[in-house]
Antibody
Framework: QVQLVQSGAEVKKPGASVKVSCKASGYTFTSYDINWVRQATGQGLEWMGW????????GYAQKFQGRVTMTRNTSISTAYMELSSLRSEDTAVYYC??????????????????????WGQGTTVTVSS | SYELTQPPSVSVSPGQTARITCSGDALPKQYAYWYQQKPGQAPVLVIYKDSERPSGIPERFSGSSSGTTVTLTISGVQAEDEADYYCQSADSSGTSLNWVFGGGTKLTVL
């Protein structure tokens, strides 16, 4: 079945970096964006950015530009999100979610939007001294 | 920055109809998506492209759009529908795709 499986919980000190992985299975990894969304305890969902696993192209929310890097390893169908210069406010559950589908027809990329239809189980990142 | 506005809470009795709104200036031009999130769980997509329902989502969930407001309607609300609901859409002001979530609405089934 289609699923995204994330890496385990992390505890980091302020100023450190964290790298969370998201392994896809059950579908063609390179055909769909991977989005990263975080949620602090008791708060709402906050979109961080997207990555196209085929091209490696990314788009980051302005709030995280300069601090977040999204990458992938297509050979193992895994996406990564690295957040640097961590502070206590970054303590949250981080989710990956499958996003828009991209299809190349006669050299032209077409996008199809069906929402974030598959989500990982979430990775808790705690930033504490 | 672009914002989507939702009411913090909505309460209904079982069997009644719940309506959750989401307002944003770009909604006439951009599709909206709705997610249900229960405590301790990842969000689940319940409506995409304003009014389409993914497979496996009960028919009592529906979506509509009018101007700068989109609405998630849950007909015949059941106790299991008690959850947080989030709308999502695209910020069309920039050149790159940017998604935005509303602040979320807590649906309480009385």
């Amino acid at each position: 079945q289609v699923q995204l499986v994330q890496s385990g919980a992390e505890v980091k000190k302020p100023g450190a970096s964290v790298k969370v992985s998201c392994k896809a299975s059950g579908y063609t990894f390179t055909s769909y964006d991977i989005n990263w969304v975080r949620q602090a305890t008791g708060q709402g969902l906050e979109w961080m950015g997207w990555m196209n696993p085929n091209s490696g192209n990314t788009g980051y929310a302005q709030k995280f530009q300069g601090r977040v890097t999204m990458t992938r390893n297509t050979s193992i169908s895994t996406a990564y999100m690295e957040l640097s210069s961590l502070r206590s406010e970054d303590t949250a559950v981080y989710y990956c979610a499958r996003g828009r589908r991209a299809s190349t027809i006669f050299g032209v990329v077409h996008y199809y939007y069906y929402g974030m239809d598959v989500w990982g189980q979430g990775t808790t990142v705690t930033v504490s001294s | 920055s672009y914002e989507l506005t939702q009411p913090p809470s909505v309460s209904v009795s079982p069997g009644q109809t719940a309506r959750i709104t989401c307002s944003g200036d770009a909604l006439p031009k951009q599709y909206a998506y709705w997610y249900q999130q229960k405590p301790g769980q990842a969000p689940v997509l319940v409506i995409y492209k304003d009014s389409e329902r993914p497979s496996g989502i009960p028919e009592r969930f529906s979506g509509s759009s009018s101007g700068t407001t989109v609405t998630l309607t849950i007909s015949g609300v059941q106790a299991e529908d008690e959850a947080d609901y989030y709308c999502q859409s695209a910020d069309s002001s920039g050149t790159s795709l940017n998604w935005v979530f509303g602040g979320g609405t807590k649906l309480t089934v009385l």
